[in-house]
Nanobody
Framework: VQLQASGGGLVQAGGSLRLSCVAS?????MGWFRQAPGMERTFVAA????????GYADSVKGRFTISRDNAKNMMYLQMNTLRPEDTAVYYC??????????????????WGRGTLVTVSS
């Protein structure tokens, strides 16, 4: 499965962006991770078709919303009230395993290239 993320860009603090990720095949769990310069890649949000559908990092709860369009193999991340600390390269990830939401990078078999989100203060 190949993943392609898009939608990143430059936005002022308080603004919004919507990221998209298209998968070339079917997957059960899809997620977003981000990596700021000099930092490790960290979990942002994930969506699964098994059990509770979504999970979010505490830092984005109430501001970001993840969604999927299964018919199109698409995943979205609506990001509102963006902050400078949200600046990072955002990666979409996916797994063909039928499980609940997972937060670990090691769980996901498939990764996209990433899209840069820059939030200015």
């Amino acid at each position: 499965v190949q993943l392609q993320a898009s939608g990143g860009g430059l936005v002022q603090a308080g603004g919004s962006l919507r990221l998209s990720c298209v998968a070339s095949g079917h997957t059960y769990v899809m997620g977003w991770f981000r990596q700021a310069p000099g930092m490790e890649r960290t979990f942002v949000a994930a969506f699964t078709w098994r059990g509770p559908r979504t999970g979010y990092a505490d830092s984005v709860k109430g501001r970001f919303t993840i969604s999927r369009d299964n018919a199109k193999n698409m995943m979205y991340l609506q990001m509102n009230t963006l902050r400078p600390e949200d600046t990072a390269v955002y990666y979409c990830a996916a797994s063909a395993r039928y499980t609940a939401v997972r937060f670990q990078t090691s769980f996901y078999e498939y990764w996209g290239r990433g899209t840069l989100v820059t939030v200015s203060s």
